[in-house]
C-alpha cells in the first residue's frame, strides 16, 4: 500500500524530503515516525498509518515532492509476522541527532562530507551551509588524510569555481509565497518616524523595579490597541463572496530570522494578553522556530504580522512583503539618537526609530494608514498612556 504525502499545512502544495527515519525491510507500528518533510513554514513527521513493513522508497532524501505523491510503499503486517518490530524511540532519536536542513545536507551529500562529522554552529548545534563549506576547506580543525596531496590554488582558481546552494524546500517555498503576495495585492508602503525616547525611560523604570519588559512586547500590545480601533488592518479580503471579513481575534504573526529561512509563529488573541504574557510567549515561540520545533497550530491563523528588524541593527527602512491573506504588515527598524528640533526650537538628542507599514490597496486607502500610524505611533511616544487604554 502506498503511503502518500498529505497536506499538513494550511496553503501547503508541496515539501522536502528531510530524510528517511526507517529503512526498507524494518518493521514499524502505527502512527510510527517513517519520513521527516520540511514546507516553508515547518518541519513535520509523516506517520505510519498501520503497522507493517516498510518495502520500497519512491523518493529521495533532498527531493521536493508535490502533495498527493507517494512516499513510499508498505506491507500491511500479518499475525503471524515474527519480525521484531524496530522500537520507534531507538530509530527517531539516532536520525534526528543531526540538525541540518536539506539545502545543508544535500552541500555535504554531493562533496562526499560525512555530514555527522562536521561542528554544527546553529541554535541547538544545527549545521549550517557554512559549516559544511568550512569544513571542505579544513578551517575547522580537520587535515587532509595523509594519501592526499592538497591542490595548488593556481591550478584551480576559487573565483573561476562558483558555489551553488540548492534552491528548493523552504526557500523554494518563501519564494513561491512572496511572488504570490506580489502578483496579488496592490501594496502600498507608508512609513513613519517615532520617538521612543519616552518608551526607553519607561521600560529601564520598570526594570529597576523588576519587572522586565521589552520594546517588542510593548509594541504589539500597542497595535492591538490600534487594531481594535481600525478593525479593517486586521481583516481578510474575500473575493469571491466580495466582503472583506473582520476578524475578532487579534492573532499577531511574528518574523523570526532562522538559519533555513525565515518563519512565521503566531501569538493567538493578543487583545486578552498582557505584556508580560506576549513577551514569554513570543520568547517561547521565537526558540521553536529556531529549533525547528514548531506545531502547525503556532504558524496557523495569523491576522496581522510584525517584522521587528530593530535588534539586527541593520535597517533604516524597507517595504516588506504582505503575509497573505493578511491585510498589512508593519517592520520596526532600528532606533537611533538624532538630533531633533522640539517645540522650542531647541536642538535635542531624542531616540528615533523608523517604521514602515505594506498594506493593501484594494482594502485600504492611504489617509487610513497614515492615520492607524498616527495612532501607534502617538502610543508608543507617550508609553503611560496605554495605561488608560488598557483600563
Known amino acids: 500500500m502506498e503511503v502518500k504525502l498529505h497536506d499538513i499545512g494550511e496553503g501547503m502544495t508541496e515539501a522536502n524530503i528531510n530524510h528517511f527515519l526507517v529503512k526498507v525491510g524494518d518493521v514499524v507500528r502505527a502512527d510510527q515516525p517513517l519520513v521527516e518533510v520540511q514546507t516553508d513554514k515547518m518541519t513535520a513527521e509523516i506517520p505510519a498509518p498501520f503497522s507493517g513493513v516498510i518495502k520500497e522508497f519512491t523518493v529521495s532524501e533532498g527531493e521536493t515532492i508535490p502533495v498527493g ?17 524496530v522500537p520507534q524511540t531507538t530509530q527517531v532519536s539516532k536520525k534526528k541527532r543531526i540538525l541540518a536542513s536539506p539545502y545543508t545536507r544535500k552541500i555535504a551529500r554531493e562533496n562526499g ?6 561542528a554544527g554552529s546553529g541554535a541547538g548545534g544545527r549545521i549550517v551551509d557554512e559549516d559544511v563549506l568550512l569544513y571542505m576547506k579544513g578551517e575547522v580543525g580537520t587535515t587532509p588524510k595523509p594519501e592526499e596531496e592538497p591542490v595548488p590554488a593556481q591550478v584551480i582558481p576559487t573565483e573561476t569555481v562558483p558555489k551553488t546552494i540548492p534552491f528548493r524546500g523552504r526557500r523554494k517555498q518563501i519564494a513561491s509565497k512572496m511572488s504570490q503576495s506580489l502578483r496579488t495585492i496592490p501594496h502600498c508602503t507608508h512609513f513613519e518616524e517615532i520617538d521612543v525616547t519616552n518608551l526607553l525611560i519607561w521600560k529601564d523604570t520598570m526594570k529597576r523595579g523588576g519587572q522586565t519588559v521589552s520594546m517588542g512586547a510593548f509594541f504589539i500590545k500597542a497595535l492591538s490597541v490600534c487594531l481594535k480601533e481600525f478593525p479593517i488592518f486586521n481583516a481578510r479580503l474575500n473575493e469571491e463572496e466580495e466582503c472583506i471579513e473582520l476578524q475578532p481575534h487579534h492573532n499577531i504573526g511574528i518574523a523570526v530570522d532562522t538559519d533555513e529561512g525565515l518563519i512565521v509563529p503566531v501569538i493567538k488573541g493578543v487583545e486578552g494578553m498582557t505584556m508580560i504574557e506576549i513577551q514569554a510567549e513570543m520568547k517561547a515561540l521565537t526558540v521553536k522556530a529556531q529549533e525547528g520545533k514548531l506545531a502547525m497550530k503556532e504558524i496557523k491563523g495569523g491576522t496581522f504580522t510584525v517584522s521587528n528588524v530593530g535588534p539586527l541593527n541593520g535597517s533604516i527602512g524597507a517595504t516588506p512583503i504582505i503575509n497573505e491573506p493578511e491585510v498589512a504588515l508593519i517592520a520596526f527598524h532600528k532606533t537611533k539618537k538624532r538630533p531633533m528640533v522640539n517645540e522650542h526650537d531647541d536642538i535635542v538628542v531624542r531616540s528615533m526609530m523608523n517604521v514602515s507599514m505594506s498594506f493593501d490597496h484594494r482594502v485600504v486607502d492611504g489617509g487610513t494608514a497614515v492615520t492607524f500610524t498616527n495612532r501607534l505611533r502617538d502610543l508608543i511616544e507617550e508609553p503611560q498612556s496605554m495605561l488608560l487604554e488598557l483600563m
Open 69 to 85: 505523491s507517494t512516499v513510499l510503499l508498505m506491507e500491511k503486517e500479518h499475525r503471524d509476522a515474527s519480525r521484531r518490530i
Open 113 to 118: 562530507i560525512n555530514i555527522e562529522e562536521v
